[in-house]
């Protein structure tokens, strides 16, 4: 019998895998290799619409997941991480999300079967990836009217419900809600989740969720604190809760190690390769951002590690190599009791 994800959580600590979009530039990809033969005639431009791929270049993104797995990788994400109708829209193509996600979906769970029968000891799981959206619930996009709001909770939790069903029927095992800036749309996706599983009966998926802590201050971009944001999600009762994006492995640090001592779930991190320098890229080697995150293997304070932006398949190899020894963080014995 194949192991589960909680299973090899037990066991050891899982490594994620690296950035997509990364590895989707190295390949240099045009115009027409975005647009296909199917959208050659597209009323609008399709460069950077990185989901879109999973369509009209599925061996593009079937080789970066097989590149991540190469490198160790337990855990690979689907290429879904605009892939909604709010965000698919910038593109007017809002009709295809369901068709995307499947597709994503499909892609990496044949890829992570692949490697799982080759090492039935060494299951690989799938993630569908549910990004922060475009558009957000907690903020208004005009600084002179604070009170709009470009959307609404209910527009936001039916975009994630289609997204998660496309995701659910494509075969992941788990879903990702990740780069959580403003954890009102988190909560949409996570009610979008729920109403999914509590309508066709099947049995629930694990949930991850992912904050981002976007600078020294400690906060979401929506004001939260780590515990604050920790305290609202926890009624989804995730399998893990975890930072990702923003900052490099060494600004993280003291958020992941407060989070390690606060949740009562397994912890996460997956950095950006350091800061971005000023042309937008970011230089930090695979052996340093690896003796980072060993460093906070060693002290106790992740159950899942990997890497968020400027992260390749060499950081992911040498982040594996580096914590394969270490045990995982225990999951604390949380009392409940009344005062």
Same mark, same amino acid.
């Given at each position: 019998?194949k192991?589960t994800?909680?299973?090899?959580?037990?066991?050891?600590?899982?490594?994620?895998?690296?950035?997509?979009?990364?590895?989707?530039?190295?390949?240099?990809?045009?115009?027409k290799?975005?647009?296909?033969?199917?959208?050659?005639?597209?009323?609008?431009?399709?460069?950077?619409?990185?989901?879109?791929?999973?369509?009209?270049q599925?061996g593009?993104?079937?080789e970066?997941?097989?590149?991540y797995?190469?490198?160790?990788a337990?855990?690979?994400?689907?290429?879904?991480?605009?892939?909604?109708?709010?965000?698919?829209?910038?593109?007017?193509?809002?009709?295809?999300?369901?068709?995307?996600?499947?597709?994503?979906?499909?892609?990496?769970?044949?890829?992570?079967d692949?490697?799982?029968?080759r090492?039935?000891d060494?299951p690989?799981f799938?993630?569908?990836?549910?990004?922060?959206?475009?558009?957000?619930?907690s903020?208004s996009?005009?600084v002179?009217?604070?009170?709009?709001?470009?959307v609404s909770?209910?527009?936001?939790?039916a975009?994630?419900?289609e997204?998660?069903?496309?995701?659910? @029927?494509?075969?992941v095992?788990?879903?990702?809600?990740e780069t959580?800036?403003d954890?009102?749309?988190?909560k949409?996706?996570?009610?979008?989740?729920?109403?999914?599983?509590r @309508?066709?009966?099947?049995k629930?998926?694990?949930?991850?969720?992912?904050?981002?802590?976007?600078?020294a201050?400690?906060?979401t971009?929506?004001g939260?604190?780590?515990e604050?944001f920790y305290v609202?999600v926890?009624?989804?009762?995730?399998l893990s809760?975890?930072?990702?994006?923003a900052?490099?492995?060494?600004?993280?640090?003291?958020?992941?190690?407060?989070?390690?001592q606060i949740?009562?779930?397994?912890?996460?991190?997956?950095?950006?390769?350091?800061?971005?320098n000023?042309?937008?890229?970011?230089?930090?080697?695979?052996?340093?951002?690896?003796?980072?995150?060993?460093?906070?293997a060693?002290?106790?304070?992740?159950?899942?590690?990997g890497?968020c932006c400027?992260?390749?398949?060499?950081h992911?190899?040498?982040?594996?190599?580096?914590?394969a020894?270490i045990?995982p963080r225990?999951?604390?014995?949380?009392?409940? @009791?009344l005062?």
């Amino acid at each position: 019998m194949k192991k589960t994800i909680q299973d090899c959580l037990k066991e050891r600590i899982l490594i994620i895998d690296g950035a997509m979009g990364t590895m989707i530039q190295r390949y240099k990809l045009q115009e027409k290799d975005y647009r296909g033969h199917r959208f050659a005639d597209w009323q609008s431009d399709l460069k950077g619409n990185n989901d879109l791929l999973c369509l009209t270049q599925p061996g593009i993104i079937e080789e970066i997941h097989r590149e991540y797995l190469d490198a160790g990788a337990d855990i690979i994400e689907t290429n879904t991480f605009n892939a909604q109708q709010i965000s698919l829209a910038d593109y007017h193509m809002e009709s295809l999300a369901f068709e995307i996600n499947i597709a994503a979906a499909r892609i990496a769970r044949q890829a992570a079967d692949d490697y799982t029968a080759r090492n039935p000891d060494k299951p690989r799981f799938v993630a569908g990836a549910i990004g922060p959206m475009n558009k957000t619930l907690s903020l208004s996009p005009d600084v002179n009217n604070p009170g709009f709001r470009a959307v609404s909770f209910d527009e936001v939790a039916a975009a994630y419900y289609e997204q998660v069903k496309g995701l659910v @029927e494509g075969g992941v095992d788990v879903l990702l809600i990740e780069t959580i800036f403003d954890t009102l749309n988190a909560k949409a996706a996570i009610f979008a989740i729920k109403k999914y599983f509590r @309508e066709t009966g099947q049995k629930e998926l694990p949930i991850l969720i992912s904050g981002t802590i976007t600078d020294a201050s400690g906060r979401t971009l929506s004001g939260q604190t780590l515990e604050a944001f920790y305290v609202s999600v926890m009624h989804a009762k995730p399998l893990s809760i975890g930072l990702n994006c923003a900052l490099g492995a060494v600004e993280m640090r003291s958020h992941i190690e407060e989070l390690s001592q606060i949740a009562a779930c397994y912890t996460s991190a997956y950095p950006n390769a350091g800061l971005p320098n000023a042309m937008g890229e970011y230089d930090e080697l695979p052996e340093q951002t690896a003796h980072f995150i060993e460093e906070w293997a060693e002290n106790g304070f992740v159950n899942i590690v990997g890497g968020c932006c400027g992260t390749t398949p060499d950081h992911i190899r040498h982040i594996a190599e580096h914590v394969a020894s270490i045990r995982p963080r225990p999951l604390p014995v949380v009392e409940k @009791e009344l005062v």
